[in-house]
Each structure stands twice: as structure tokens, then as C-alpha cells.
């Protein structure tokens, strides 16, 4: 039999399940989804790469579903390397029999088991499952990531994991959120293996954070490389500013940190800071919702203005500064020269605030993904950014979602950017733009569909949201899509995408294989 007609006859099998969890991203019928699994897998190499990809993307429906993806992996000789069975509440029987079970296939087909990442977040697991489950996973020396989050993961079901981390050293990547975290936890040998850490939602306090500080130590043989304590209980206090100093200088080795979602202000990151211009280790930090006034902002304004700033990461989402500090910011990220991702999500930021912001990217020379969404920004702060975007060579991803933009807004984006690329065709950078919900209608798709057609470059277009988007407007631009080869995913869920939009999307998956398409309907 050809792999192409087993691909068909598995696919056959298993498309129900597929279609309930809405994973197949093309929205084809179970006619169309055969039609294009026959036609374009013709090689064995292409039908390993497509079984690979469904089992990355998909999460499993139920239990008998984790026996069809192990077959059709199994039977078209593609590799397994990581499952999700989050929030389903199984059981123990059936998850211990869908390791064995994947375990046995690894093994007949390679000798071993090549498994590497697995989740089990949220399926309400208590101790005992969790002790009856990682014995299971001792079996399995090649993984690398577990997840545990958000199951009932108290003090026991710790002890539990940390036996299987000492077992199966080769995991380094470890999710316990919503755990019930005591400070003997922190002496379990396990936890020695790890380099990324999710403790967030433990309702640490700042006493145990300076316990943890003390105890989590390269010298006591810790390996730290990211540490998530985002929604902890940690407080804007010398003691809390304290423990994260100690945690960063007694593990030089963290690069990532993020300390989101607490009730730390001013006080803790100005000394946060200082520990970070010292060590010069902390490349990502989040800070996402925490709330700072004009002292703190003005001392990270003055800390990313430094030649020697080791920032290439600042996530600063929904933190509300004050528009004169925004300015500030502004200023002082026209001078950044290592800041290459920057999140200002939610701030309402405002026209003026982008003028500023403007500016800066005009200057900027390193910044390559700007994230600007839910920012009050109207028509005339997208004049103000287009004229910015002109003179800007790095910037490769660009948010303005939930933006009212709207067509003129658009219309001075999309001028913008075909200027920038006749202009510095050879420096064109721009590769990922997202316009979610940004009021556009079929005039605004109109100007999209002609820059499409003249874009050879861009790569990720997001439409989601945009309820005034009618029929003309995606059948314009999958017009558009006929003659661009080069986009490989477009987003336009929640549309009103007709049976005639259908048919030129699928028109368009045509000429261009390897696009993917996410719309209303899947």
C-alpha cells in the first residue's frame, strides 16, 4: 500500500476527532480534508513532517484518541515527541495507559521511547495519581519538559515529581503552578535538574522568597535559568527587593525573569534594577500588571538608556504609567541599543503617547517586535507611527490590535510600509503584522488585498475580530492571496466568511501549500 492511501485510510479514521477540537487550522470538510491528505502527500517525507505537526498542535479528545494518533504516527513512521492532555480529568487508568501505550510504540519502532514533552496541566490530579503517574514516566529517559500545573499538587504530589525528576535528569523544563508550595519543597533534590521553573499562582510570600533565594543556589548545585513567579503575593517591600537581588546574584545563570501580577512597586524594582545593571545576567524580564510610579518608571527609563542595558526583552503590559512618563520611556528607548521585543499591551497610551513612541522607533536602531495593542490609538496616531515606520529597517513583528484604526488608519499603515520597502527594499524587515479587531471593513480589505499583491515579504497576517470585514472584503483578499505565495499563516477567525469565501480561501491554500488559514467555522 502507498503511504499516501494509508495516510487517506487513517485519516479517514480520525477526522471526527480532529474536527471536535478545531486543530486543523485549513477549516476544510472531512471531502476536502481527504481530497487535500491524498493530493499532497505524495512523499514519505512529507506525510512524516504533516503526523508530526498534528501531534505537536492537537490536544487529545479522549483516551481513544491518544491509540489513533499513536497508530497513524506509528504506521506512517513519524515521530512522536510531545503530547498535551490538558484539562480533560481522565483519570489515572487512562493516562497510565496512554504512556504505556506510547512507550510500547516508541520502543517497537526505535528501541526506545523518543517522548519529550508532556502536559497534564489542569486535570485535577491529587497526590496518589501524581505518585501513580510518574513512575510510569521513569520509563521515559528522553523527557525534557513536564507539566503539572494546576492540579491538586500539594507537598506530597512534590515529593512525587521531584522522585521522577532525580530519575529522568534530562528534564529541564518543569510547570507546577497553583501548587501548594511549602519551604521543605525547596530542599527536594529533584528540583536540581531544572532550569525553567513556572511557579507562578503559589501564593509565595516574601518570607519564602527569601527563603528560596538562600536555598536555590548555584552553590547548593542549582542550575536556575528562568523563574516565573507571576501572581504570587509578593509585596513592594526591602524584604521582597532582597530575596529577588539574591536570587539573580546567587544564580548568575538566570536570564529570564518574570515577576508579574504581584504588588511590587517602586521600591522593589529600583533595586531590582540595580542588581540587573550589576550582574548583567537578566536578558527577559516581565512586569506585566504591576504598578509603578513616577520614581520607578523614571529609574528604568534611566536604565535602559545605558550602552551597557543586557535587556532584549521588556514585557511592561498593562503597568498604566502616567503620559509624561511615557515620554520619558520614549526618550529613552530612542537610545536603547539592546531591546529588541518590547510589550506595551493595555497601557492607553493615546494618541500622544504614540507620537512619542513614534519617535523613538524612528530612532531606534535594534527594537524588531513592538507590541502596541489596546492603546486608544485612532487614525491619527497611525499617521504619526506610519511616518516612523518609513525610516525603521529592524522592526519584523508589529501588534496594533484592538486599536480603532480603521481604513484611514490602515490606508496610512499600508502606505507607509510599501514606501519603507521601495525605499530600503534590501533592509525591509517587517514579516508579522496582527490588525485584530481594529474596525476594518470591506474598504480597509480592499487596501489590504492590494498590498498583499505588491508584499512579497510578509509572512503572518491577523484579521481576527474585525465583525465589519463582510464577504467582498475576505473574498478580495483571497483573491489577493492567489498571486502571493510567500504568506504562510493568515488569521481571520470570527468573520462573516460565506461558502463563496470558502471557495477562494481554498483556491488560495492551493497556490500556496503552505499557507495556513484560521477562520470562523472550524
Known sequence: M??????????????PLLSLRDRISAGLTQKEWLKSATSIKSCQDNVKFTSKKIVQQIQCVDSAFFYHIGSICFMTNGDIDRYYTDNYNYGTSVFIDFILHVINK???????????????YNNNLNSDEIDLVTRQLEQIQTLTELDFGWNKTNPDALRHISRCLTNVPSVHTLNISDASFDTNSLALDGFKNIKTINLSFLRLTD???????????????????????????????????????????????????????????????????????QTQTVQILKMREIRLKSKGFHSLCNFIKQPSCPLLDLDLENIQPHPNDIEAFANALSINKSIQVLNLNGNHIHNV???????AIQKNTCLTSLDIKTNAIDEIGMMSLSEALILNTTLVSLNISNNFIGNAGLKYLIDAIGKQFKTHKELYALRILKLEQTN?????????ASFLKENPFLSHLHLKFNNNLPTFGTICI??????????????????????????????????????QIRRSGL
Not at 502507498?2 to 477526522?15: E, K, N, P, W
Not at 521582597?240 to 504581584?262: F, M, W, Y
Open 440 to 448: 476594518i471593513n470591506q474598504v480597509g480589505a480592499a487596501y489590504l
Open 106 to 120: 516508541e520502543k517497537h519502532k526505535h528501541g526506545v521511547c523518543g517522548l519529550s514533552k508532556l502536559s497534564f
Open 478 to 515: 483571497a483573491r489577493a492571496l492567489q498571486s502571493n505565495s510567500n504568506l504562510r499563516f493568515l488569521d481571520i477567525l470570527h468573520n462573516k466568511i460565506d461558502d463563496e469565501s470558502i471557495v477562494k480561501l481554498n483556491k488560495a491554500i492551493k497556490t500556496n501549500p503552505r499557507l
Open 207 to 277: 518570607d519564602f522568597l527569601e527563603i528560596m533565594s538562600n536555598t536555590w543556589t548555584e552553590r547548593n548545585g542549582y542550575c536556575l535559568q528562568s523563574v516565573n513567579l507571576q501572581a504570587n503575593h509578593l509585596g513592594n517591600t526591602d524584604q521582597c527587593g532582597r530575596a529577588l537581588s539574591k536570587l539573580i546574584q546567587n544564580n548568575p545563570s538566570i536570564h529570564t525573569l518574570d515577576v508579574s501580577e504581584n504588588l511590587i512597586g517602586d521600591k522593589v524594582l529600583c533595586i531590582l534594577i540595580d542588581t540587573i545593571a
Open 2 to 15: 502507498s503511504v499516501s492511501l494509508l495516510y487517506h485510510d487513517v485519516m479517514s479514521a480520525i477526522f
Open 353 to 359: 503617547g504614540i507620537q512619542a513612541l513614534a519617535f
